[in-house]
């Protein structure tokens, strides 16, 4: 078993759409969760940071950890097509600063 | 402007050569890392550094060498012995005694042997 699965995706969604993604893991010490969005040919930028279980919220987006279930989500409301990237869940035992493990990522395609 | 700047953007590579990638960072970072990114694999750890003249393997450190003689520079040298060495290359930098909380990553070098 990987130590991090993603849903591989692609996905396409309408303008507008709410859009659930979301990451299992197998290691329980793991203590931080993110989530990167990478536009093509880009290097990852850091979306979500969340430190052990609960919800956070920014803007359209919403990353929600569940420790108890290993089971990570990133909601985005009133999807735009600027959304339209890869999404990729990342996690670590020590912080977003440290050596990270990272799920395959899903494309994500918004639709006008 | 602070960041990390990787290059060159694209690199071709024939067989049997070693070729060698540059990232440099001015952001102050004291730990610094290399990523491989394989389409549909999302990104794994080839090396990483957290202080100048030591680094560590990564999971995947087999045909990679680096090194860090400065702290705003770990170049990475793919060598012969990497077999399959075409992939898109990402370098990150972090603050690593935890001012921040972000892993900062460059634009990546495509790679691809010919």
């Known amino acids: 078993q990987k130590e991090v699965e993603q849903d591989p995706g692609p996905l396409s969604v309408p303008e507008g759409a709410i859009v659930s993604l979301n990451c299992t893991y197998s290691?329980?010490?793991?203590?931080?969760f993110m989530w990167y969005r990478q536009y093509s040919r880009k290097g990852p930028e850091l979306l979500m940071y969340t430190y052990s279980s609960g919800n956070k919220e920014d803007g359209r987006f919403t990353a929600q950890v569940d420790k108890s279930s290993k089971y990570i989500s990133l909601f985005i409301r009133d999807s735009q097509p600027s959304d339209s990237a890869t999404y990729l869940c990342?996690?670590?035992?020590?912080?977003?600063?440290?050596?990270?493990?990272f799920g395959k990522g899903i494309t994500l395609s918004v639709r006008p | 402007d602070g960041g990390i700047t990787q290059s060159p953007k694209y690199l071709f590579r024939k067989e049997g050569q070693n070729v060698t990638l540059s990232c440099e960072q001015n952001?102050?970072?004291?730990?610094m890392y290399w990523y491989r990114q394989d389409p549909g694999q999302g990104l794994r750890l080839i090396y990483y550094?957290?202080?100048?003249?030591?680094?560590q393997k990564g999971d995947i450190a087999e045909g990679y060498s680096v090194s860090r003689e400065k702290k705003e520079s770990f170049p990475l040298t793919v060598t012969s012995a990497q077999k399959n060495p075409t992939a898109f290359y990402l370098c990150?930098?972090?603050?690593?005694?935890?001012?921040?909380?972000?892993?900062?990553f460059g634009q990546g070098t495509r790679l691809t042997v010919v």
């Open positions: 550094s957290q202080i100048v003249n030591d680094f």
């Open positions: 990342a996690m670590s035992f020590t912080g977003a600063n440290s050596k990270l493990t």
């Open positions: 952001l102050n970072h004291d730990a």
């Open positions: 990150a930098s972090s603050d690593y005694r935890g001012r921040s909380t972000e892993a900062f």
């Open positions: 290691n329980s010490a793991f203590q931080y």
